[in-house]
């Protein structure tokens, strides 16, 4: 298993649950809002 994709409603605690999942897993945790936003959550 190289990757996981958690999805859910807002709030359900996908966040949450893929952290914890990294660190059961070793699979690194990249969030889709990190690699959407930039600071000041301005669009890429």
Not at 4 to 23: I, P, Q, Y
Not at 29 to 39: G, I, N, T
């Amino acid at each position: 298993m190289q990757r996981v994709l958690v999805m859910g409603s807002s709030g359900s605690g996908k966040s949450t649950f893929a952290r914890r999942l990294s660190e059961i897993t070793s699979i690194p945790f990249v969030s889709r809002d990190a690699l959407h936003w930039k600071p000041g959550w301005s669009n890429r």
